[in-house]
T-cell receptor, first 114, second 113 residues
Framework: AQTVTQSQPEMSVQEAETVTLSCTYD???????LFWYKQPPSRQMILVIR??????QNATENRFSVNFQKAAKSFSLKISDSQLGDTAMYFC???????????FGTGTSLTVIP | SQTIHQWPATLVQPVGSPLSLECTVE??????LYWYRQAAGRGLQLLFY??????ISSEVPQNLSASRPQDRQFILSSKKLLLSDSGFYLC????????????FGSGTRLTVV
């Protein structure tokens, strides 16, 4: 079974600073996909970034980047130049190839402080 | 462009009452459709998914059921709600078996009293 662990229930960061959210996962699969989703107070889930396990290069999307360590089964999210609009719950998720299901972590609540 | 609509946004229902949550997708055909539930302090849990009209797969046995009467319509139902059915319900869609992630609706907050 696949499990996803987010060990930081809550975090805060000063506006314009950088913050890193942690995520580890457990799987016996060799190929898979990892995601970070953002859920702002509006509650809509928004895809932030996606990583393919067979790609060694870390994914980046503007101010968002990941540190993917396959051997350690770690997938952390770095948010640079934090903005007030980044305040949200962040979920790490795992998906098997040709799978119909996400496996989500329990989330990290991030607050950006002005 | 594709859009997903989910309603109602909030719902308060007494124990034992029926439930019907609706989700529709526009701008695409034959999408894969999903119902997820998010309990307080927990991640999302897949409840049902559908790859076509009348095709429903259940991931977690419980007091809920799902139906897909039309290609772009997905309904979550219950005949008699339990207190434990309270939570946040999200509908989502994808192109086939998509490894590019899903597009989620805005969710329904259900409180069973």
């Amino acid at each position: 079974a696949q499990t996803v662990t987010q060990s930081q229930p809550e975090m805060s960061v000063q506006e314009a600073e950088t913050v890193t959210l942690s995520c580890t996962y457990d799987t016996s699969e060799s190929n898979y996909y990892l995601f970070w989703y953002k859920q702002p107070p509006s509650r809509q889930m928004i895809l932030v970034i996606r990583q393919e396990a067979y790609k060694q290069q870390n994914a980046t999307e503007n101010r968002f980047s990941v540190n993917f360590q396959k051997a350690a089964k770690s997938f952390s999210l770095k948010i640079s130049d934090s903005q007030l609009g980044d305040t949200a719950m962040y979920f790490c998720a795992f998906m098997k190839p040709a799978g119909n299901q996400f496996y989500f972590g329990t989330g990290t609540s991030l607050t950006v402080i002005p | 462009s594709q859009t997903i609509h989910q309603w109602p946004a909030t719902l308060v229902q007494p124990v034992g009452s029926p439930l019907s949550l609706e989700c529709t997708v526009e701008g695409t055909s034959n999408p894969n459709l999903y119902w997820y539930r998010q309990a307080a302090g927990r991640g999302l849990q897949l409840l049902f998914y559908s790859v076509g009209i009348g095709q429903i797969s259940s991931e977690v046995p419980q007091n809920l059921s799902a139906s897909r009467p039309q290609d772009r319509q997905f309904i979550l139902s219950s005949k008699k709600l339990l207190l434990s059915d309270s939570g946040f319900y999200l509908c989502a869609w994808s192109y086939g078996v998509s490894n590019y992630g899903y597009t989620f609706g805005s969710g329904t907050r259900l409180t069973v009293v």
